[in-house]
């Protein structure tokens, strides 16, 4: 299924917007696209192309076609900033980061600056993710203990009344 294009496409939204893991994969898409974004624009590569590029870089196909459509955008005239705006999955700080660098005429240290606060975003998200998972797997833990007592004490108790 994960070979058909819509199938995959879905799955790819699901996990930018699913429960638990999907900020902090949004997060990790969107830095690895705008790094690449920083790196092609500082090399002089004209931003439709870099944009272009950089959706291959997102291993998402949900923003891949965002960002496809994006260039579309850019090659009509528009600005990136106006093509993106629209897009739930960008975190805000990265649309304020590019509208700045438009805005200076820095784009590449505008990527690169908002990469940077999104990796620092994603590191924290990650972090508490962590921490809540040795509780999580206390509680796991404790349900199967539990379950295994259950399962030996419940006949046992069964037994004992039948005698008495």
């Not at 004209?46 to 955008?73: F, H, K």
Request: net charge neutral; glycine share 6%.
């Amino acid at each position: 299924l994960m070979h058909h294009p819509r199938v995959r496409r879905a799955w790819d939204r699901w996990q930018l917007c699913g429960p638990l893991f999907g900020r902090l994969r949004r997060e990790v898409v969107w830095m690895k696209t705008y790094r690449a974004l920083s790196v092609l624009t500082a090399c002089g590569i004209p931003l439709d192309e870099a944009v272009q590029t950089a959706a291959s870089v997102a291993d998402n196909r949900a923003i891949e076609r965002v960002l496809m459509a994006a260039a579309r955008g850019i090659e009509n005239g528009f600005p990136l900033s106006e093509v993106i705006a629209a897009e739930t999955s960008l975190p805000h700080v990265l649309l304020k980061f590019l509208r700045t660098g438009e805005l200076a005429g820095c784009l590449p240290e505008m990527f690169a600056r908002g990469a940077d606060s999104v990796a620092q975003a994603a590191a924290e998200h990650a972090a508490r993710l962590q921490a809540m998972a040795e509780p999580a797997a206390y509680l796991v833990i404790f349900a199967l203990v539990g379950g295994c007592v259950a399962a030996v004490a419940l006949p046992w108790m069964d037994m004992m009344t039948m005698f008495v």
